[in-house]
């Protein structure tokens, strides 16, 4: 019988623990089965513990530790450099570079799409986006100003042609819209390391998404759709313009794999015991507001450390709460080593996230980083320009928005002191998300690795 694919997707704005939530899942997998990557490209960090040891996956699929076939989808950018550099980190017994291929469809980035992305974030001044400086827009440009490089076409005589072409648009557009003059120089060393990259991309099985996707779901085969970044990121369905290029939801499997929606099954959601964010844009439930966006968009982990060595999470400050949250949450960016913004849980935006996935089933994450805090409160419905709504606004940024919360208890001790269970101010926690978004939690995280969980229902 024909399986379904199953999503596992971000219902914030990223660094939910997906890379866990995938890395677990794939523990049970076997050689025939998939694990996919749909869209996005090195933007994404995804950060998994095994055997002690913390790797970080940006392009290949997080579950490159157990035994199943790993796919990079149609629907991603691939920086070619970057995946040499990333697979170079698997310790050599690990052998996955057999089980690993590669869509023709996906899209190169080029070095100077790192360029372009970087100046076109320095000119938009305070109205920047935050971007992961990956050249991730500009990939996602040339795909649809229709002169992209792709992966297929890297087996092609004449690709150092197009590089070329495409090169030189990228350096007028750099000259006549931003007044950049790049330099050979400056794009020399960048440009070796691209084409030993392409090499190592030639040695990758390159096969179709939609293909390698049907044949296992015909076989009944598990085929894991793994998500980068978050709902809330979405292209179109995101807090737009701040938004990374992709589609993140679930239905951006569909195009992202060239496979029809009714094969997408549930998702499973990824969500965090409170909310963050990495760069700019509208966060409602933000502890210490607008001082605390300006502070993690100026200040590095270093400051924070010297300014508050031991943040207390019960500070009379909101500001200072936030603080022990990223402290306690180690919220350090995977990708760019920036301060995410921290906050409470938002029921409002998870909901939305939920009905726009399908997410069936919840993984709930880092439950033990509010171990410590008195108070745990989560936002229910908004006060939006002085009126009580529950729907989220079109333009978050263009309304006075101010969040209601529920209070819960916090529990005594840690998490670990309480074994397999959970406290009951815990269990209070973890079972009124269930009834208000309306699925499953089917297991929470209490730490970083694989095993640091508590099961609550059985896949
Ligand atoms: P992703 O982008 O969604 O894969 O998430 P990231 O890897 O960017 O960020 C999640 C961070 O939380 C990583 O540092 C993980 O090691 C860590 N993490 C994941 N689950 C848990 C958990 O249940 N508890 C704790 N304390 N850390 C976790
Ligand atoms: P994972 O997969 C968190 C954010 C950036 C910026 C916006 C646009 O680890 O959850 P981009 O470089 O994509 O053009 O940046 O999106 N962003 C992420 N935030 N986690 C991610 O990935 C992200 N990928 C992009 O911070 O605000
Ligand atoms: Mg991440």
Redesign the pocket.
């Known amino acids: 019988m024909r399986s379904k694919i199953t999503p596992i997707i971000?219902l914030q704005w990223?660094?939910?623990?997906?890379?866990?939530?995938?890395a677990r899942i794939a523990s049970g997998l076997r050689t025939e089965d998939l694990i996919v990557r749909f869209q996005g490209g090195n933007n994404?960090?995804?950060?998994?513990?095994h055997k002690g040891k913390?790797y970080?996956?940006h392009l290949i699929p997080?579950g490159v530790f157990g035994q199943a076939q790993i796919h990079l989808g149609a629907g991603m950018v691939i920086n070619p450099a970057a995946l040499k550099g990333e697979a170079k980190t698997i310790p050599r017994n690990v052998s996955f570079l057999g089980r690993m291929s590669v869509s023709p469809h996906a899209v190169l980035t080029m070095p100077t799409h790192l360029i372009l992305d970087s100046i076109s974030e320095k000119t938009k001044g305070k109205k920047k986006i935050g971007s992961t400086g990956k050249g991730i827009s500009p990939s996602y440009t040339d795909l649809t100003l229709r002169r992209a490089l792709r992966v297929g076409d890297i087996f092609y005589n004449d690709f150092k042609n197009k590089y070329k072409t495409l090169c030189d648009e990228h350096k007028r557009t750099l000259r006549n819209d931003f007044g950049y003059k790049m330099t050979n120089q400056e794009l020399r060393g960048k440009e070796k390391e691209f084409f030993e990259g392409v090499k190592f991309l030639r040695s990758i099985k390159s096969e179709n998404s939609s293909g390698i996707v049907l044949r296992a779901l015909s076989l009944g085969k598990k085929v894991i759709a793994e998500g980068?970044?978050?709902a809330l990121l979405d292209v179109r369905f995101g807090h737009y313009p701040y938004v990374t290029s992709s589609h993140t939801i679930s239905s951006g499997v569909g195009t992202g794999l060239g496979i029809p929606p009714s094969y997408i099954g549930g998702a499973i959601g990824?969500l965090?015991?409170y909310t963050t964010k990495v760069g700019e844009g509208p966060f409602p439930t933000e502890l210490g507001g607008k001082d605390s966006a300006i502070w993690c968009r100026d200040k590095k982990a270093i400051d924070e450390k010297t300014k508050f060595p031991k943040p207390n999470p019960n500070s009379k400050s909101d500001f200072e709460q936030g603080i022990a949250l990223r402290h306690?949450?180690?919220?350090i960016?995977?990708?760019t080593g920036r301060l995410r913004r921290t906050g409470w849980m938002d029921i409002p935006l998870l909901k939305y996230a939920i009905e726009m996935n399908n997410a069936t089933e919840l993984v709930?994450?880092?439950?033990?980083?509010l171990n410590g805090f008195k108070k745990i409160k989560v936002c229910i419905s908004y006060v939006v320009n002085g009126k009580k709504i529950n729907q989220i606004p079109f333009d978050l940024s263009r309304v006075d928005i101010k969040p209601i919360y529920k209070i819960f208890p916090g529990w005594k001790g840690e998490l670990s002191d309480y074994g397999k269970k959970l406290p009951k101010e815990a269990l209070q926690y973890v079972q009124f998300l269930e009834k208000t978004l309306g699925a499953k939690i089917i297991y929470?995280?209490?730490?970083?690795e694989e095993h640091?969980?508590v099961e609550r229902y059985w896949r």
């Open positions: 971000g990223g660094d939910e623990g997906k890379g866990k939530g995938v994404a960090g995804h950060t998994i513990w913390c970080v996956f997080s980068a970044q978050g990824i965090k015991a306690f949450g180690n919220e960016g995977a990708t709930l994450t880092k439950l033990d980083v929470v995280g209490t730490g970083v640091h969980v």
